[in-house]
């Protein structure tokens, strides 16, 4: 089997204060990108990539297409010094899906850029108009988070919303149940149950008003069908084949479960031998070693992890 060489993009979380920058201040075609990103959202995004502030960054409507920014902005870099092997398969979690659709042609990145704004826009005002939360379950089996779920949530929503790695299962939910979920999380063995600072209960039935929204935005989008470079879906681990099933996909998404460690698996399987995390931070190589210890992955996320 020839190896395969995948592209693996981050999603919301993986933000930090000064990212891109030094690619930036480097890198004419960094540059380009992030001046690009100012032009179209006549915002100063790429200002608060690089000085914040924190909180600001950290916001659900300017984290995902900075986050989107900063990832293009590497990946390009990349590609004009002739530092990476073409993808064959591309993936992104949650927010980084977006990413990895751009990085396989399928959208462009002014149209990519849009799109994670708006997502951004609606999942917080989804999030504003309800209560909710999510908590990262530590070294509990899928079942016993499953029935952790059930008798936390008391009638209220409680649910799986991302699937990261072995012993790592992110809830969702009413904030109420996610407080009783924590509290609940040591009787059926965890590790730990770590309340996460998100605005919401993302990936579960309250975003549905984002949904809509989203689906409004991606039909007035031009979307391709994958041709040389394969994109896999969160939402079943399987390859997109039509635009349609894109649009269905990213969707889908917003109100369900992110299956980011069957995925990976799916690609291990079908021959995915080197991969390249590329964007902010070290999330995707982390969960990575946690899923397969064997797998070759490359964090690209500053100017210093070119440098032989």
């Known amino acids: 089997m020839t190896v395969k060489t995948a592209y693996i993009f981050p999603g919301q979380g993986a933000q930090l204060v000064g990212m891109g920058k030094d690619f930036y201040d480097a890198e004419p075609v960094a540059k380009e990108i992030f001046d690009k990103a100012d032009r179209i959202l006549g915002s100063g995004l790429a200002k608060l990539c690089f000085e914040g502030p924190e909180e600001e960054l950290n916001s659900t409507t300017v984290s995902q297409p900075a986050i ?16 990476i092997e073409p993808a064959n398969i591309t993936a992104g979690l949650s927010l980084g899906e977006y990413t990895a659709l751009y990085a396989a042609g399928v959208i ?5 850029l849009k799109l994670v704004q708006r997502r951004g826009a609606a999942m917080q005002a989804a999030a504003d108009n309800s209560k909710g939360s999510m908590v990262s379950i530590i070294g509990l089996e899928q079942d016993k988070v ?8 008391e009638g209220q929503l409680l649910s799986c919303a991302n699937f990261n790695c072995p012993g790592q299962i992110v809830i969702t939910g009413d904030i109420d149940a996610c407080k009783r979920a924590v509290g609940l999380a040591e009787k059926y063995g965890a590790m730990k149950a770590v309340e996460l600072k998100v605005a919401g209960a993302f990936h579960s039935q309250l975003m549905s008003p984002a949904a809509e929204e989203l689906k409004k935005a991606l ?9 040389d470079i394969a994109v896999i879906a969160n939402v079943d681990a399987e390859y997109y084949k039509t635009s349609e099933q894109i649009s269905r996909g990213l969707v889908k998404q ?3 479960a992110v299956l980011w460690q069957k995925c990976m698996e799916k690609l291990l399987a079908d021959g995915a031998g080197k991969f390249y995390e590329i964007g902010p931070n070290r999330v995707l190589t982390g969960l990575m070693k946690r899923i397969n210890r064997k797998a070759d992955v490359v964090n690209v ?7 032989d």
């Open 108 to 112: 462009s990145f002014e149209d990519g």
């Open 219 to 227: 039909a007035a989008t031009n979307i391709k069908a994958p041709s």
């Open 301 to 307: 996320s500053s100017i210093d992890s070119l440098k």
């Open 68 to 83: 989107f920014a900063t990832s293009v902005a590497i990946l390009e870099t990349l590609k004009a010094k002739g530092r």
């Open 254 to 256: 917003l109100t369900g």
């Open 146 to 153: 499953a029935q952790l779920c059930e008798e936390a949530a």
